[in-house]
T-cell receptor, first 109, second 112 residues
């Protein structure tokens, strides 16, 4: 599975959009981009995933570039409860989830 | 649905002891996973299973064993516990053909 690169940390003001980038330049055509988050000490939580089209659900939006080498997770109106480590994971046909170090998003009041 | 249930939540082991971490899911998921997470680090995959009777190694399988005799249960066995196995252990499950995994709340294990 392709590796991903994320910034180690980001800050966001409460109520503003949080845009979390992820680089996956070696992604293959049949690999998906998944996003999870982990709120302090809890088990990770699935957020969203996509193949090549942009996706939106009740939690977030996922924007994947046309060449699929990078993506951005958007939390449209960040709240204090969105403070967490966010993981971008490329998943192949074996559906094996391999977590990197992720991005610590801190939402400030 | 209870989701993914892990027991125990906390455990202290002495060096050389053995124990089994239990994981059960009631969502009829085919895929199940065991991860460990050391302080300040990301999750490392220990073992995973794509169905009853089928298991495979992840990134850090040494010192652990698993079995999958039923769809619901995926126990993780620690033999001869070592201080390096002090960690938080997470179990997860997902549908066949998808990686939208549901995670348990973790087992915090300390080996002294």
């Amino acid at each position: 599975d392709a590796k991903t690169t994320q910034p180690p940390s980001m800050d966001c003001a409460e109520g503003r959009a949080a845009n979390l980038p992820c680089n996956h330049s070696t992604i293959s055509g049949n690999e998906y981009v998944y996003w999870y988050r982990q709120i302090h000490s809890q088990g990770p939580q699935y957020i969203i995933h996509g193949l090549k089209n942009n996706e939106t659900n009740e939690m977030a939006s996922l924007i994947i570039t046309e060449d699929r080498k990078s993506s951005t997770l958007i939390l449209p109106h960040a709240t204090l409860r969105d403070t967490a480590v966010y993981y971008c994971i490329v998943v192949g046909s074996n559906y094996k989830l391999t977590f990197g170090k992720g991005t610590l998003l801190t939402v400030n009041p | 649905n209870a989701g993914v249930t892990q027991t125990p939540k906390f455990r202290i082991l002495k060096i050389g002891q053995s124990m089994t971490l239990q994981c059960a899911q009631d969502m009829n998921h085919n895929y199940m996973y065991w991860y460990r997470q050391d302080p300040g680090m990301g999750l490392k995959l220990i073992y995973y299973s794509v169905g009853a009777g089928i298991t495979d190694k992840g990134e850090v399988p040494n010192g652990y064993n698993v079995s999958r005799s039923t769809t619901e249960d995926f126990p993780l066995r620690l033999e001869l516990a070592a201080p390096s196995q002090t960690s938080v252990y997470f179990c997860a499950s997902s549908y066949f053909g998808g990686a939208e995994a549901f995670f348990g709340q973790g087992t915090r294990l300390t080996v002294v």
